[in-house]
Structures are given as C-alpha cells and as structure tokens.
C-alpha cells in the first residue's frame, strides 16, 4: 500500500482538525496511508485539542517544506503573503505538491504559483479554498469542463448569510446578532474579513478564474459587504417579496468577466433566496448543462479538514489537470468592472421626513433620471418623525440610478442617505 506523508504547516481550526482526520483514518476512503511527518504553526507550546508530540517540530513552515521527509506540503496558516507563500512557492519549486486552504493566497497569487507548479508537473490543490466543505472547485475543474460557463453565483460566506437570516427571522439588530455568532462560533473575534464582503471575494474570484478561463485579477473584484445592511432594509425588502443576502457572482460578459461582491435583493422564490443560516450555496450555469447547485457547511475544522483531505486522497493519483483547469495559453479572458450601461431592476430605501411633499420630491429625482417606479411601499413615520420608504424600480441602466441617486443625497426631504441594492432577476 502507498503512504504519502505530510508536513503540515499551521494547526488552528483546520490543522487540528486535518489532526484528528488523519488519525482516524481508517473510517475514510483512502486510497493508501496517510502519515504525518513534520509539522509548524507560530508557537511550538501552544495548547491544543490534538497532540503534535508525536510529529517533529520546524520553526521554519519553510523549512518543512522543502524537508525531504515529507511528499506534501499542507498549508494550513492562511495570510496572501508572508510565511504562507514563502513557504508554498519554496515547496513547489522543490517538487513537492502543495494543498492549502489559503482563500487569500489563491486569489492574490493563485496565477504565479500554479505557473511554477505546471512548470514543474505538480499539483497545487485548493479545494477547502472556496466554500469548505462544498466539493466546488473539483467539480468546476474537473465535471464541468465540457460545459461553456455562462456565470458562477452564489452564498459564499456562512457568517453574512447568518447575520442576515437571523436578523429577519428575529427581528434583532446587526450588531446584536453579529455577537451571537461570534458567541456560537459562526464570526471570528475580528469579523471584518467576512462582513466587509473581501473573504467572499477571494473565493468568487477563484472561481470565476476557473470557470471562465481568465486571468485572475484581484484588483478589479468590486467588493461591498453587509456591514450597512440594516434590520430595517431586510423587513422593507421582506415586505416587497424579497430577501436581501450577500451574493457573490462571475459573470461572462463580451468584454469580459464581471466579478463582484454585494447585498443584493432575491425574489423570496428564487433558489439563493432559501439558503439560510450559516450554509454556503454555488450555483454554476451554462451550456448546454442548464444549472447546478451545490449546498453545505462552508466552513469550520471539521468540513474543511475533510476538502483538505480530499486533495491529499487526490495525490495518491497525481498530476492530472492544472490548478486552474485549463493550460496557460488557454487563458484568454480579463476580469473587467461592470459597464455603467448594466440593466437591472434596484431596490431603493430611504426614509422620509414627516412633511408634505416629500414623497412627491423623491419621485422626481427618479423620474428626473428616466428611473420609473414598479413598487413602492410606505410606512407612517415613527417617533423620529421619519418615514421609511421603499422602492421597487423597472429596469433601468446603473448610470440612471447612480445619477437619481446622487441627486437624492442632495434632497433635504431625507433624514439619512439612502440605500441603493441590485435585484437579481427571478
Ligand atoms: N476556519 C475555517 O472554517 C476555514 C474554512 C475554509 C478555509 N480556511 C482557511 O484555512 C486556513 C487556516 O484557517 P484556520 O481557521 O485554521 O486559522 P487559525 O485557527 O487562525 O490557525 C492558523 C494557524 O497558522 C499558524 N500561523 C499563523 N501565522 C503564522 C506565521 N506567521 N508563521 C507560522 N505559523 C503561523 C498559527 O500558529 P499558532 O497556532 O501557533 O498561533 C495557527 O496554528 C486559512 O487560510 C483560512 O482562510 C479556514
């Protein structure tokens, strides 16, 4: 029988949990032995759920992986730069296949660091990257090659879509319930990757990267969050027949792939709109295959532990296909911003103050800028004397309602700035 034997470098969450799995290996599906040799993380004393007695210490990630006593580099540290691609880059230049479910390194250097990998015919694997547990980005690579992507969508990140369903569903305010799942585990202590909508972005780039066969750009992913989304927008939205979740899309357009990050507005029956609490949700479409979606646990040691070990088992058979799926010169198309001439139907809310002819102001602005009006829901003022609104508009060019509503920001009839969020169509 086969062993491959590990050095793994970083053992937090995934680490540990990449520990425990190799230990009980035997309840897998293996094709041979998985052994681990060497091991790093940033303190050697550290306390943690497994024991690391029995595999020898390197201060150096570096060091491990280039030891010549392992046969995969797993690096399990996370950061774009830093130890993590020093360490990656020193073991692919030394032949060793890497596996790692460093999100932030794939989307800042993914490119770099499969070239030196196809130059030496090895592997660099990073399925636990994007959507943990969710088998996505084998299923991209490798099922769906004979399918021409059309676009990659979907809930990538667990925490937005709990703060988002949870608030709806309780009534309770952003923060209160951004403490809720840090309490239960779902938010790290500094939740600003996953609200500020950047820890999605790095996983949706990686996809569309691969679905579209483009060059993988970081720079031009339009990234919004849900740290503005309020209590208050997600009822108005719920009122209309829509929910409001952080989408992630890749979109093949002539010039391009648009790839982008935002709040966006579903209607309550479309498939992403039913994806609640912390679950991730791709769905890829395309031609001739029509849709496919995949759903489950995005995140956590144990779900991600088993994507990092699904590649390792994948190395048992090396050597198949590019990191990205398709050779270099394959890779024709750019990642491109989103023309100001984009169609889409918005979802606008404000709130009013409490006096006569304010409503009657705010149309105008809209129909100043050719913005038409579909739906439009009203609610008396509250003690504060303002008056939420919310709006429906027809389809209408970005550039129209960017242009309505810089001209709203200036209306003195609004008590805050509004909030403009794309619907997706149904
Ligand atoms: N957690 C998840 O659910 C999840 C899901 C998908 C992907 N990922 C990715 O998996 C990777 C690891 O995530 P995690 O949640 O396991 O992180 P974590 O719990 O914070 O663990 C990070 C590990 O890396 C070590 N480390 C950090 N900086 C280092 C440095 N400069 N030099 C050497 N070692 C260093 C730490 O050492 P010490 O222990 O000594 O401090 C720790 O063992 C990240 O790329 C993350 O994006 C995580």
């Known amino acids: 029988m086969k062993t491959l034997k590990l050095g793994i470098a970083g053992l ?9 799995l190799v ?3 035997a309840g897998l599906r293996l094709p041979g032995e998985v052994q681990i040799t060497g091991v790093s993380a940033r303190s050697r004393s550290r306390k943690r759920p497994v024991s690391i007695e029995p595999y020898k210490w390197f201060d150096d990630a570096a060091q491990l992986a280039v030891s010549d006593d392992i046969d995969i580099f797993v690096e ?5 730069d830093g130890p993590a691609k020093v360490a990656v880059e020193a073991a692919l230049k030394a032949g060793k296949p890497v596996v790692t479910a460093n999100k932030a390194l794939i989307a800042e250097h993914g490119q ?5 990998a196809e ?11 994007v959507a943990g547990g969710v088998p996505v980005v084998r299923v991209l690579r490798d099922s769906l090659s004979g399918v021409e992507i059309e676009r990659v969508a979907g809930i990538l990140n667990g925490t937005c879509n709990f703060l988002t369903t949870t608030m709806l569903e309780t009534g309770r305010p952003y923060a209160e319930v951004l403490e809720e799942a840090q309490r239960l585990g779902f938010a790290e202590a500094d939740p600003t990757l996953d609200v500020s909508g950047m820890d999605a972005a790095y996983k949706i780039a990686i996809l569309s990267a691969m679905a579209f066969s483009a060059s993988l750009d970081f720079s031009k992913v339009a990234i919004h969050g849900v740290d503005g989304v309020g209590l208050f927008d997600l009822k108005l939205a719920d009122r209309l027949g829509y929910r409001i979740k952080l989408i992630a899309e890749g979109v093949l357009t ?7 990050v935002a709040p966006m507005a579903l209607p309550v029956s479309h498939p992403l709109a039913q994806v609640n609490g912390s679950l991730n949700t791709v769905r890829i479409e395309g031609a001739p295959l029509g849709a496919v979606t995949l759903t489950g646990p995005g995140a956590g040691p144990g779900p991600t532990a088993s994507a990092v070990m699904g590649d390792i088992a994948k190395l048992f058979n090396p050597g198949v296909r590019s990191a990205f799926g398709r050779a270099a010169h394959h890779v024709t198309r750019k990642f491109i911003s989103a023309s100001e001439e984009e169609q889409s139907a918005y979802f606008i809310r404000a709130r009013l103050s409490d006096r006569s002819g304010a409503l009657a102001r705010l149309s105008e602005a809209l129909a100043a ?7 439009l829901l009203q609610e008396s003022a509250g003690a504060d004397q303002a008056s939420p609104i919310a709006i429906v508009t027809h389809v209408s060019a970005r550039k129209q309602v960017d242009a309505a509503m810089a001209q709203l920001s200036q209306l003195d009839v609004l008590v805050d700035e509004a909030r403009l969020i794309r619907i997706e169509a149904g």
């Open 12 to 20: 937090g969450h995934v680490g540990c949990g990449l520990i425990e």
């Open 23 to 25: 230990e009980r290996q």
């Open 76 to 80: 399990l540290m996370g950061g774009s």
């Open 112 to 116: 770099a660091l499969a070239d030196i």
């Open 119 to 129: 130059g030496q015919g090895i592997d660099l694997l990073f399925e636990a990257a």
């Open 254 to 260: 002539e010039d391009g792939v648009i790839c982008r």
């Open 369 to 375: 800028h050719g913005v038409s009006v579909d739906q």
